[in-house]
């Protein structure tokens, strides 16, 4: 009986089939998986014809419908895997398979592939040009070291041509998916050895032979991350009929190796930038660690209510919905977390006040006391300083440091200060009410009185997190081995909140690991939106100096993305909906469309049209409820944690991006004022990141002024 493997690149195209071929692939499988190998290579339903003139003979086709054709990769031994690799129309499946070349890498041992056709037709032209070239960008290393880093012959022909990133970029999509990251590591700058470390080592699976084997089935066992085997017929039906970003619940091998290492002497450390896996890899750590012991809790928290259903969402997917395993994990925010410790500690639990009406209250204070501080500087101060500090009386507050903070505080003014937080903190205890940050310092109290509650604490987006919050989850769980694993990228920070984790007892030392490849975004849209923070210095989670994103690339290609400006809101949204029934048309689903906007007033026109055309739409905070289909309309906020097909970005303008009233004015504080214009510029950011094919960024009147790094008119 053969069995079936599918390749990335299968589940790729696989995406974007209309229904009717979709069917005819799961038909197609069912088939396969019926037959024999003596069966199949006789069958005349299936055609599984051989490719004539192919690069690699292994290559087949087998019939999908009248007009599309899938590429199977077969065994030449006796190994019964059959590797799916791609459904493309006839002509272009038998072309497509006719130029591609698959081979065991010699350093990872995994299967990759390359274009050998036109890998061959392009060397030639460069190393004539590499003559003229005044240096090459690889000189200084050598065909042996190369050789060790899986590097084989032909490729290393190509390398010895290359003049510069340019060039290397230029061969990218002819070259195997290792070696081409082993190149983009060292034209980076990385040393041979650290390219060994995270590339090689980090694919190379454990118990791998000593020596390179071209046995299909072994090596593709060793590809565990990029191909998924299949051995019962259920498997396949349902694999069949998820969408894609359903099943997709798998790490690649760069995040294997962190969410699967047996055990850690203390907290980890887990960043890297959109579409890195960042989220995946923190739910394999919850998996590892529920597999390694039968009890003990585990709580897996995050920052808004909509990222925790999501993890809630794709856990159960991950662990089959095993009801015992996921008994064991509370997966909830940290607030929540908090309230909840509260409650059940003491008689009375204060109603958190909001944002807004935090503000309000701060502005009564200022009027009652005639401060001469304004209520957003207060508000302010309240948050990064007092909460941030935890400080609890005045004295601590005259002797505490104000880091971050732009505008001088003698001890008369910290005195005046502190009369205003007394009566803030004095009125909400009159009223019953608090802060959800203050509230979390209530439960670290509790917590540290009481103990900790979870064996293991897992944390996704941590950037977002106060310091306040920290103390929760380190109270939450006892100092010791596998105690936190936390994920989260700088660059994505969008919310006002300042932490350094040493500060907090955190130490991620010999403990950190950054993620430097995206498996969601093309590279052009990954180099476009790179480019919106090319003007700033991010500072790193653990602080003591800046994140970057040099290394941080995508293996993935496609168009450019689209930036286009309008005289009138009316008809940017009248040409959004023309983008939007374009993308449909060319096959992408509504529900695999994004469309955001800084304000729900322009999403509130996006879908007052798109509905007049007839396009469906879902307004949502986060993953829309299951069965909705419709182009989900959301907040630039809300698209945190959310990744599409295809992403508009409405109103970039000039007074939305960034919006004055979230920026402290550069006379009020010149340090919070750079604070705030970056949060903004890293909510376009994250914003534009959600897009995984396709990206188009649109404004009426004068664009934003983050935008001037990025246009692409």
Request: proline share 5%; glycine share 8%; charged share 25%.
């Amino acid at each position: 009986m053969p069995r079936l493997a599918f390749a990335n690149s299968f589940w790729d195209g696989y995406d974007t089939l209309e229904k009717p071929i979709r069917a005819g692939v799961r038909k197609a499988m069912a088939k396969f998986q019926a037959l024999s190998v003596a069966e199949l290579n006789a069958d005349k339903g299936l055609h599984l014809e051989s490719v004539e003139n192919s690069r690699d003979p292994r290559m087949r086709t087998i019939r999908i419908t009248d007009f599309w054709r899938g590429v199977v990769l077969a065994p030449d031994d006796s190994s019964d895997v059959f590797l799916l690799v791609n459904v493309l129309p006839h002509d272009d499946a038998y072309s497509w398979a006719a130029k591609r070349l698959y081979s065991a890498n010699t350093a990872t041992r995994a299967l990759e592939v390359r274009n050998a056709v036109a890998l061959d037709q392009l060397t030639p032209m460069y190393e004539q040009a590499a003559r003229q070239a005044p240096t090459l960008l690889f000189r200084k290393v050598s065909d042996g070291t190369l050789h060790e880093l899986g590097i084989d012959d032909q490729v290393l022909r190509a390398v010895r041509s290359i003049a510069d990133k340019a060039q290397l970029e230029a061969f990218a999509t002819l070259l195997p998916e290792d070696q081409l990251e082993v190149l983009q590591y060292l034209a980076e700058g990385f040393t041979p050895e650290d390219v060994y470390r995270d590339v090689v080592a980090a694919r190379r699976p454990v118990g791998a032979p000593a020596e390179p084997v071209e046995d299909l089935a072994t090596v593709i066992a060793n590809t565990s991350g990029r191909i998924r085997l299949v051995t019962e017929p259920d498997e396949l039906e349902e694999m069949l009929a998820k969408p894609f970003a359903v099943w997709r619940i798998f790490l690649h091998p760069s995040q294997r190796r962190v969410a699967y290492r047996t055990s850690y002497s203390g907290p980890v450390q887990v960043t890297g930038g959109p579409g890195t896996g960042k989220t995946v890899a923190a739910l394999h750590r919850v998996k590892h660690l529920l597999d390694r012991s039968d009890d003990g809790r585990i709580l897996l928290t995050t920052y808004t209510n909509a990222l925790a259903a999501s993890l809630r969402d794709n856990l159960g997917l991950l662990l089959d919905d095993d009801e015992d395993r996921l008994a064991r994990v509370d997966i909830t925010t940290v607030d929540a977390y908090a309230n909840g410790t509260v409650r059940r500690h003491d008689s009375r639990v204060p109603q958190p006040l909001g944002d807004g009406e935090q503000r309000k209250l701060w502005g009564k204070v200022v009027k009652g006391l005639g401060l001469p501080f304004t209520e957003q500087f207060l508000a302010q101060e309240y948050r990064h300083v007092v909460l941030g500090q935890d400080l609890r009386d005045l004295d601590s507050y005259l002797a505490a440091p104000r880091n971050g903070r732009g505008t001088p505080l003698g001890p008369g003014r910290r005195k005046l200060l502190w009369e205003a937080v007394e009566l803030f903190e004095q009125t909400l205890r009159d009223r019953g009410e608090s802060t959800h940050l203050r509230i979390c310092a209530r439960a670290a109290d509790l917590l540290g009185t009481h103990g900790p509650t979870h064996r293991h604490v897992v944390v996704d987006e941590a950037q977002d997190l106060h310091p306040a919050q920290w103390r929760v989850l380190r109270a939450a769980v006892a100092p010791g081995p596998d105690d936190l694993f936390l994920t989260g990228d700088p660059h994505q920070r969008i919310y006002d909140s300042r932490v350094t984790l040493g500060s907090l007892g955190i130490r991620t030392t010999g403990r950190s690991f950054r993620l430097r490849v995206n498996y969601r975004s093309t590279e052009e849209i990954l180099a476009w939106s790179a480019r919106l923070l090319a003007p700033v210095s991010i500072e790193a989670l653990e602080g003591g100096g800046s994140d970057s994103l040099v290394g941080y690339r995508s293996l993935l290609h496609g168009s450019k993305p689209e930036t286009h400006g309008f005289a009138t809101r009316q008809e940017e949204v009248a040409v959004l909906v023309e983008r939007v029934q374009q993308w449909i048309a060319d096959g992408i689903a509504p529900g695999e469309i994004g469309v955001c906007a800084r304000f729900n007033l322009a999403l509130d026109k996006a879908e007052e049209k798109l509905t007049a055309a007839r396009v469906p739409v879902v307004r949502t905070r986060g993953q829309a409820p299951a069965g909705t289909s419709g182009v989900r309309l959301a907040t630039m906020h809300a698209m945190k944690g959310l990744e599409f097909r295809a992403v508009a970005v409405l109103g970039a303008s000039a007074e939305a991006v960034p919006f004055a009233r979230e920026v402290t004015p550069v006379d009020t504080d010149p340090l919070q004022h750079e604070s705030d214009l970056l949060r903004e510029r890293c909510l376009l950011f994250v914003a534009c990141t959600r897009a995984r094919e396709a990206l188009r960024v649109t404004w009426s009147g004068s664009p934003s002024e983050f935008l001037r790094s990025s246009q692409t008119n």
